[in-house]
């Protein structure tokens, strides 16, 4: 079982950058690949950006170069660094672990909110 809790969350300005952060409880952090989805209202969720245990990472096309996921295993910590946001940005962000490539957890979620 792995437990997710993100944080970081809120509103800022276009332009702007936040920092979020997801705590992971559980054991065998080091090998669970880590992924940032997002949910704006009425929309599906879609993958933004994922980290391997072996600290690969892939982004959607609309984040390259403005975010940067990372991962600190000695915490048990996902981060996902966001610069240059924009107001279609603006979403619900959801931390996910996948296990074994079959098994998903997913944390609470976190507001993110740009204005313009």
């Known amino acids: 079982q792995v437990q997710l809790v993100e944080s970081g969350g809120g509103l800022v300005q276009a332009g702007g950058s936040l920092r979020l952060s997801c705590a992971a409880s559980?054991?065998?952090?080091?090998?669970?690949?880590m992924n940032w989805y997002r949910q704006a209202p009425g929309k599906q969720r879609e993958l933004v950006a994922t980290?391997?245990?072996?600290?690969?990472?892939n982004y959607a096309d609309s984040v390259k170069g403005r975010f940067a996921i990372s991962r600190d295993d000695a915490k048990t910590t996902v981060y996902l660094q966001m610069n240059s946001l924009r107001p279609e940005d603006t979403s619900v962000y959801y931390c996910?672990?996948?296990?074994?490539?079959?098994?998903?957890?997913w944390g609470q979620g976190t507001q993110v909110t740009v204005s313009s």
């Open positions: 980290i391997t245990g072996g600290g690969n990472t």
């Open positions: 996910n672990a996948k296990q074994w490539g079959i098994i998903n957890y």
């Open positions: 559980g054991s065998g952090f080091g090998m669970l690949a």
